[in-house]
């Protein structure tokens, strides 16, 4: 990866020394093999680009920033924030920072933190409420702007801990898809950081210097499942490191007829072969 001096405004505050260019380098490698694996791109396509204002969503629209300015990704893209009424919320952080960045954006608001909490009973968590209401409004911007993506900043992290919560909670396997089309089927939803280690965004996101915004919701609540989650695969990750890839490339490893779910593999037509048969 050459030091260009024609960056973006997005990219130019990248620091030059070696151990942030191979980090740099690895996030660009990761992303475009996310998207030639899943079969992301449509060329001419536009990107609904979801910008909370947290270090991985920052990470995701520098990286695509990069891949598209080095004609590695041939779609529009479009960076979009949901204010969604917080107490205390920085309303002005984002805006200015992507107007002076010079990244085509809208910042769009709607109070789903007051539906949130008031409909939300004490003790329980706002997650799944406020993910329903904030995909819904996500979805009406991307019909809007005329896109046909929405573009999410879940990283492999995330992924994994979406697939334990489902395995301890929910008993079922499943977990975060890199790319899925929704219900309606009109938009596809692509998550190119799938391959990307939430602790390179935390790196690269504190090394750009961008200005992140905690999140006031969901995060300021204590005992969270996913917390929990988290700090068990932070327990195995710590006593044996690379745990993680491990278990992520298991997810891309799958044998139905190794599990137990008969719609997936026709165990009931297993039987062994005849002896002297053909």
């Not at 909490?117 to 991307?142: D, Q």
């Not at 298991?250 to 037509?269: I, K, N, Q």
Request: with cysteine.
């Amino acid at each position: 990866m050459s030091d260009d001096e024609d960056l973006p405004p997005l990219l130019r505050a990248a620091p030059d020394g070696l151990e942030f260019r191979k980090l740099r380098k690895r996030l660009v490698a990761q992303v475009r093999e996310a998207m030639e694996t899943y079969g992301m791109i449509r060329p001419g396509a536009r990107w609904l680009v979801c910008l909370s204002g947290g270090k991985d969503s920052y990470t995701l629209l520098a990286v695509l920033s990069e891949l598209k300015w080095r004609g590695l990704l041939p779609v529009d893209l479009l960076a979009c924030n949901l204010d969604q009424g917080q107490p205390g919320f920085p309303a002005t952080v984002l805006p200015e920072f992507l107007s002076r960045m010079q990244v085509p954006h809208r910042i769009e608001y709607q109070d789903t933190y007051s539906i949130v909490t008031a409909k939300v009973p004490a003790g329980r968590t706002y997650c799944a409420l406020c993910s329903r209401l904030r995909r819904g409004i996500l979805y009406r911007i991307a019909r809007e702007e005329g896109c046909s993506a929405v573009v999410l900043g879940h990283h492999r992290d995330d992924i994994l801990e979406t697939f334990f919560m489902n395995l301890f909670h929910g008993g079922r396997l499943a977990s975060m898809p890199p790319k899925l089309v929704n219900e309606d089927g009109d938009l596809t939803v692509l998550r190119p950081l799938a391959l990307v280690a939430e602790a390179d965004c935390a790196r690269f996101t504190r090394a750009m210097g961008y200005p992140v915004i905690p999140c006031d919701l969901c995060g300021s609540q204590e005992g969270l499942q996913r917390a929990q989650v988290k700090a068990l695969l932070d327990g195995w990750e710590a006593s044996h490191p690379g745990r993680r890839q491990v278990m992520f490339r298991a997810l891309t490893t799958v044998r139905p007829s190794h599990l137990a779910d008969p719609r997936l593999f026709d165990f009931a037509g297993l039987v062994p072969a005849t002896p002297g048969a053909d």
